[in-house]
Structures are given as structure tokens and as C-alpha cells.
């Protein structure tokens, strides 16, 4: 085993493709012509209306959404009821995302009209007891509309999928209710399938959650979007494309100058060749699969490595925030 690890290792470093010095990195990503409109499943297109049914009972939205892409891949089909309603923006995740760009965002928020933010980690349960007095003091300064008469506090969560809307649920309970989980959190897009029956979150004051399957915006701005949107789990790895993926997120990190790849996976010099990265990632996890290979004397079994197996695990380690803290916009 340890022998051809070794050997594996060896020819990584020999058959690499050119490595770039620091600063010779990619500026622009080539996404040659990929349609981000066959990234957007069509069950969406339900929930979304379900969503918009579900929105005239609310008296506030939370919208949840991820802190690496504070300023990107928000569903615009919002923007619609945000005039209307007391609108509350909890970017969750804030653990993977890089706390040096809090401000800048904040401040670019503001400027697009979106003047509630709060950074949570639902893990930790991180700020989460900021949310509950936040919302009361947004709806009580803003007219109730039919429901002027109720003492009790209707919140929709809303947001695309997997940025942790049922886990920001699930924290609250614990917080406020020293409950369990009421709701399903998973790994995967769309672990929400349907709309859920209110859920109650606080005592004092009253207030009830409705959790929604994640929606994604119905028109990607652009395969950009999409992509950042892929990386952060919200579009299925495999309508996108785990090594294109993967090639994207080194392109960040390069640009980003976080090179806390190099370490996780021995590798001597930062590169831009996302092939040489993945050779890496193969032999420091052992991703290998055998191949049946046909000489002219006869079929011979080969250990190879599996880049398809080492991409899906780089864009699990940027997930679990192994390669840095990273914000993509
Ligand atoms: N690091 C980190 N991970 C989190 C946090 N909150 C949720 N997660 C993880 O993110 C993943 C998605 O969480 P969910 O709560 O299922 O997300 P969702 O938005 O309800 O997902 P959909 O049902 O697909 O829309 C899970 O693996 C959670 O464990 C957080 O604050 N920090």
C-alpha cells in the first residue's frame, strides 16, 4: 500500500502540467458555453408558487441566504414583496465565510436597500438569539396589515436551497425553546421538499415559522451566479459538473490568494492546473479506483488515481471550510 502511495506521489510531481508562481494566476475563468438555464430544476417552479401563496399569511420575511455569496444569487422575485413586508436577511454559514469582508458587505447590502442583516453560525447557534427581538421590533414599526388584531408572529423563511433555513429553525427551537429539531437538515439541495405547517420557535413573544423548500432564482444573472450558487450546494453537484467546479473554486482561491490547499493536500507550490491539484487531492486521501486495462497479452487490473473522486472531495472541503474562509463576491 505505503509503496504505491509512494510511487503515485512520485508521478504526481514528475507528470504535473506547468505550475504558475503566485501572481501568474488565471484572471478571468473560461466557462466556455455552459447555459446556467438547465442548472434551474423545474420542481422549483413549484415551490416558488407555493412560496408566494405562503407569503400573504407572513408578517416578516428571514431570508436566509450564504455568506460567501452575500451579494449574489438571491431570488429577485423577492425584491416584489420586500416593498411590502418587514424583510430580515440572516446570511447563516458565517463560520466559512471570511469575517474581513463583513463590512464591505454590509455596506453593499445598504446600498441595495437591504438594511436588516445578520451573520449567524446555526451550528453554534452563533448570534441566532438576535433574530426573535429583531423581527418583533420590525413588524411592530411597520403596519400588520390583516393581521393587526394577532398578538403572535407569523415568519416565513425563505431562501435558495441548502443555506440552512431549517437549521436556523431547528436553533431557534433550542434556543428558545430548549426543543430538538422540528425540521430535517441535509447535506443536499432540497432536503425541504414541501411547504411545512407553521412551527413554533419562542414562547415570549409567540412566534411561529413556516420553513420553505429552497427556490432558486428562476433566471440565473449569469453562469457565474450559477456556479458560485453550485459551490455553496444550493444547485446539484452533478447538473453542474463536480471538475468544473472544482476548477472554478481553485480560480477563487488563486485569485484570493488562499493557498491553504498546499498544505492540506503536500502540495509544493500553489498551481493553477486544476489536474495537478487533483492529483494531489487523489494520492493524500488515496482516491484510487482500479481499471481494467487491454494489452495485447492479455487484460491487466491498474490502480489509478480518481480525479472525480478527489473533486468531489475539494468542493466537500471548501464546504466544510478545510481550504479557508472564503467570500466569492
Ligand atoms: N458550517 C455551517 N454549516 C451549516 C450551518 N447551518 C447549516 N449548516 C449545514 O448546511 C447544510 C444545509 O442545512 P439545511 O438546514 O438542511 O439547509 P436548508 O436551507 O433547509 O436546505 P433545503 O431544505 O435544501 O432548502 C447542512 O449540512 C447543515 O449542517 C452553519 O451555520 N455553519
Known amino acids: 500500500m505505503r509503496r504505491w502511495v509512494g510511487a503515485l506521489r512520485a508521478a504526481a510531481t514528475v507528470a504535473s502540467g506547468p505550475c504558475l508562481e503566485s501572481g501568474g494566476f488565471r484572471t478571468r475563468f473560461d466557462f466556455g458555453s455552459r447555459d446556467a438555464a438547465s442548472w434551474f430544476p423545474g420542481h422549483m ?59 464591505r458587505v454590509l455596506e453593499q447590502l445598504r446600498q441595495q436597500g437591504c438594511l436588516h442583516v445578520v451573520f449567524t453560525d446555526c451550528q453554534r447557534d452563533s448570534n441566532v438569539k438576535k433574530i426573535v427581538p429583531l423581527v418583533a421590533k420590525l413588524v411592530n414599526s411597520s403596519p400588520r396589515y390583516h393581521r393587526a388584531e394577532s398578538t403572535e408572529y407569523s415568519i416565513m423563511v425563505i431562501g435558495v436551497p441548502n443555506v440552512g433555513k431549517s437549521s436556523l429553525i431547528n436553533s431557534l427551537r433550542r434556543l428558545h425553546l430548549k426543543k ?61 459538473g463536480e471538475d468544473i467546479m472544482a476548477d472554478y473554486l481553485l480560480y477563487v482561491l488563486n485569485q484570493q490568494q488562499q493557498f491553504g490547499y498546499m498544505e492540506l493536500y503536500g502540495l509544493p507550490e500553489a498551481s493553477d ?21 487491454l494489452t495485447g497479452t492479455g487484460n491487466v487490473n491498474m490502480t489509478m488515481l480518481d480525479y472525480s473522486a478527489a473533486a468531489y472531495e475539494f468542493l466537500r472541503a471548501f464546504r466544510a471550510g478545510r481550504l479557508g474562509r472564503l467570500t466569492l463576491d
Do not use: F
Open 180 to 240: 430538538g429539531k422540528a425540521t430535517a437538515v441535509g447535506g443536499e439541495p432540497g432536503v425541504t421538499k414541501a411547504v411545512l405547517t407553521r412551527i413554533q420557535v419562542c414562547e415570549t413573544p409567540l412566534v411561529y415559522l413556516v420553513d420553505t423548500p429552497g427556490v432558486l432564482p428562476p433566471k440565473l444573472a449569469d453562469v457565474e451566479t450559477g456556479m458560485k450558487l453550485a459551490l455553496c450546494g444550493a444547485i446539484r453537484d452533478h447538473l453542474v
Open 273 to 293: 492546473n486544476i489536474r495537478h491539484v487533483l492529483k494531489y487531492v487523489a494520492v493524500a486521501l488515496g482516491k484510487t479506483q482500479k481499471v481494467k486495462v
Open 45 to 103: 417552479a413549484k415551490g416558488l408558487r407555493q412560496m408566494r401563496a405562503s407569503l400573504r399569511r407572513a408578517d416578516c420575511l428571514v431570508e436566509v441566504h450564504d455568506p460567501h455569496i452575500p451579494l449574489s444569487g438571491r431570488n429577485p422575485v423577492l425584491q416584489e414583496v420586500l416593498g411590502i413586508r418587514p424583510h430580515l436577511l440572516v446570511l447563516n454559514k458565517m463560520d466559512l465565510a471570511d469575517p474581513r469582508q463583513q463590512s
